[in-house]
């Protein structure tokens, strides 16, 4: 029930020369309108929505300065739970992951006492947020989500402006009758990250370079709230599983709810592939290393 109301109270329509626009659309639309140095940031799962060849000329053509995944951040995260992991997997039982918001409000919900196990740092989302906000300092950020719980998420970190969902913005584009800009396809990024496959299940722990940390039976996958439930609700009593991969939605964020269309997850997931195959032969220009880009950022979080 009281995800029925967020939702609801999120989604509810205010009339704007009569296109019915929601207010995340008004907010998105006030932004760029007196924004000059807007940045669109983007869940990795676009491609499920969009396509990716005009998806960047699309998003500047309404008026985006910047459009960057949020995939280097995931990689950040990544890096911050392998290098936890490996200090502590003799001081600690279990390892859960934080990364989806709606995880981690069941668990402090209904399962107080794995509170503890929860990794200790910010999502992917949030970490991006500080990785953009220390580069491009003049933007302000919107996000783009198939999630309704990154709203909430999103709005309390502080960083992040409005986050529109995919039908939110697929709605904006049709209505405002929005014309590609003449530039490249490629988004502001620092690197070409292969953490893209993220919004799939398993996708964290696939890309967290876990074999020297973790062996493969000590990690579990799971998504899915009835499935969720069930581990959550056994957890402390298999002590040979150590970490735990989880995410809320059927299939992984690829299973979101304001994704805009209707094909099965399997359908959803060889998009995805596709798209990080064809990325990966993409080059872009000089980077400069990790720390350079993430220099004197705290990415650390407690969880009460």
């Excluded at 988004?187 to 370079?209: E, V």
Aim: hydrophobic share 35%; aromatic share 10%; charged share 25%.
């Amino acid at each position: 029930m009281i995800i029925l109301l967020m939702s609801n109270q999120i989604k509810s329509n205010i009339k704007v020369d009569n296109k019915n626009y929601s207010s995340s659309q008004i907010k998105v639309l006030d932004l760029l309108k007196n924004e000059k140095e807007l940045c669109l940031m983007v869940a990795p799962s676009f491609v499920i929505d969009f396509n990716y060849k005009t998806f960047v000329p699309l998003m500047k053509g309404l008026g985006f300065a910047y459009v960057s995944e949020l995939t280097f951040g995931a990689k950040i995260v990544n890096k911050n739970y392998h290098d936890y992991i490996l200090e502590n997997k003799n001081k600690q039982d279990f390892f859960i992951s934080s990364a989806c918001p709606t995880c981690v409000n069941l668990i402090k919900a209904q399962f107080q006492n794995l509170t503890k196990y929860l990794m200790p740092f910010d999502s992917p989302v949030i970490t991006m947020a500080k990785i953009l906000k220390t580069n491009f300092p003049n933007s302000k950020i919107v996000f783009l989500s198939p999630c309704l719980s990154k709203k909430i998420e999103c709005k309390n970190s502080g960083l992040i402006e409005e986050t529109i969902t995919f039908k939110e913005m697929k709605d904006l584009i049709e209505k405002e009758k929005v014309i590609p800009k003449n530039c490249s396809h490629l988004f502001d990024r620092f690197y070409n990250d292969y953490t893209k496959i993220y919004p799939t299940s398993g996708g964290l722990s696939k890309t967290m370079k876990s074999k020297n940390i973790l062996t493969e039976n000590e990690i579990v996958i799971c998504d899915g709230c009835k499935n969720l439930k069930e581990i959550l609700t056994n957890l402390e009593n298999n002590k040979e599983k150590k970490f735990y991969d989880i995410l809320f939605c059927n299939g992984g964020c690829i299973g979101g709810p304001e994704i805009n269309n209707n094909t099965p997850i399997w359908f959803r997931k060889f998009s995805l592939t596709s798209y990080i195959k064809n990325s990966k032969k993409e080059k872009i220009g000089n980077r400069k290393g990790l720390e350079e880009y993430t220099k004197n950022i705290d990415f650390k979080k407690k969880f009460n």
